[in-house]
């Protein structure tokens, strides 16, 4: 009885290590079938750099709109380009599309010509958009008017509102 346990054990034994043996040798051969792929080719191009037109919206002077680009080369395979782009509205026009500018607060009404103005600084240009490093711009001073103290009437109300509730 004792030697058909050993008998038993020993064949599960062995056919655990057949089995390990047998799948690293399938890893093995798997590992060998596996090519190495060569590193690409590094192409020296004799393409020069894409050099973009200013962005012309599709309709309005905002928007969508698209951009041609083209560079120059005896073996390059594409020498123009259309990229579609897009013009934020809300940018200054007067200063072109593609440069948007910081600007300061405006200044002090000048009496003389009825304007005030303010600086701007260049903050962002886009596809390397020739921009102004600053720009000046004017409007007419409005009519000087003091602002409402509204915020203090608001408060007076809610805290008569307040006092009644307390003394119902």
């Given amino acids: 009885m004792l030697s058909q346990q050993y008998q038993q054990q020993r064949r599960k ?8 043996i047998f799948i690293l040798a399938a890893v093995d051969t798997a590992e060998a079938g596996k090519k190495e792929k060569p590193e690409k080719k590094v192409k ?3 393409c020069g750099e ?25 073996e390059c ?25 910081q600007f300061q607060a405006w200044g002090e009404c000048d009496l003389n010509t009825a304007l005030k103005t303010r600086t701007g600084s260049l903050k ?3 596809h390397n958009a020739d921009c102004q490093k600053t720009v000046t711009i004017s409007k007419p001073c409005g009519k000087l008017t003091k602002p409402k103290p509204q915020a203090e009437s608001k408060k007076k109300k809610k805290e008569g509102k307040k006092q009644e509730k307390m003394l119902d």
Avoid: H
């Avoid at 309709?59 to 680009?69: K, V």
């Avoid at 990229?83 to 500018?101: L, S």
């Fill in 124 to 126: 962002r240009a886009l």
């Fill in 44 to 46: 020296k191009s004799d």
């Fill in 77 to 101: 395979k594409q020498t123009m380009k259309t990229q579609r782009c897009k013009i934020p509205c809300n940018w200054k026009k007067q200063f072109g599309a593609e440069c948007k500018y």
């Fill in 13 to 20: 034994f062995a056919a655990a290590f057949l089995a390990l």
């Fill in 50 to 74: 894409w050099q973009w037109s200013v962005c012309v919206p599709t309709s309005g002077d905002c928007g969508l709109g698209t951009r041609e680009g083209t560079r120059t080369g005896a």
